[in-house]
T-cell receptor
Framework: GAVVSQHPSWVICKSGTSVKIECRSL??????MFWYRQFPKQSLMLMAT?????????EQGVEKDKFLINHASLTLSTLTVTSAHPEDSSFYIC??????????FGNGTRLTVT | LAKTTQPISMDSYEGQEVNITCSHN???????ITWYQQFPSQGPRFIIQ???TKVTNEVASLFIPADRKSSTLSLPRVSLSDTAVYYC?????????????FGKGTTLSVSS
């Protein structure tokens, strides 16, 4: 089955620094990847849609200059949280689709900003 | 995208059958119904997907009435490891570029 790998699984960083999260589709090519954020005891919130070779589309209220998304290849999308602050601490989850099967999700990245 | 309504929480005991119903009154003609399971600190895991009538796989069954305004996920003989949050989602299936919008989900607690 389709496997989506996310790295790192957890990261702790200091306020003001940037953190990059990788999302890879291991056994299929993903023309589109999606990034979600999940706060404790809450549901997943869609942040942005990432298409290979083009600019990401961000959901309303998500700062594109703070959450930089790059989808340079059909198997890799990255989310960079720039100048992270404690309120950015959350669980970030990516998903990828190939258009032929249900969305598959990565195992998430727990970001803690101190 | 059609909005879904699920019970916030359910409790069960090991070995029982659990049925979680989801309402989606505004489902569109080309929408499918998909269920995901999520454990703490993990990404959602696909359980089952259907369009109408009944779908069954090795872990669950999905019952969809003719009007498609609701659906029921059935988990046979649950175990402690089935304790998780279950999400019902409605949207155009397997369509390139279509994100899934998550509702609040149902927290299932299985006790011994």
């Amino acid at each position: 089955g389709a496997v989506v790998s996310q790295h790192p699984s957890w990261v702790i960083c200091k306020s003001g620094t940037s953190v990059k999260i990788e999302c890879r589709s291991l056994d299929f090519q993903a023309t589109t990847m999606f990034w979600y954020r999940q706060f404790p005891k809450q549901s997943l919130m869609l942040m942005a849609t990432s298409n290979e070779g083009s600019k990401a589309t961000y959901e309303q209220g998500v700062e594109k200059d703070k959450f930089l998304i790059n989808h340079a290849s059909l198997t890799l999308s990255t989310l960079t949280v720039t100048s992270a602050h404690p309120e950015d601490s959350s669980f970030y989850i990516c998903s990828a689709e190939d258009g032929n099967s249900p969305l598959h999700f990565g195992n998430g990245t727990r970001l803690t900003v101190t | 995208l059609a909005k879904t309504t699920q019970p916030i929480s359910m409790d069960s005991y090991e070995g029982q059958e659990v049925n979680i119903t989801c309402s989606h009154n505004n489902i569109a003609t080309n929408d499918y119904i998909t269920w995901y399971q999520q454990f703490p600190s993990q990404g959602p895991r696909f359980i089952i997907q259907g369009y109408k009538t009944k779908v069954t796989n090795e872990v669950a069954s999905l019952f969809i009435p003719a009007d498609r305004k609701s659906s029921t996920l059935s988990l046979p003989r649950v175990s402690l490891s089935d304790t998780a949050v279950y999400y019902c989602l409605v949207g155009a299936a397997n369509q390139a570029g279509t994100a899934l919008i998550f509702g609040k989900g149902t927290t299932l607690s299985v006790s011994s």
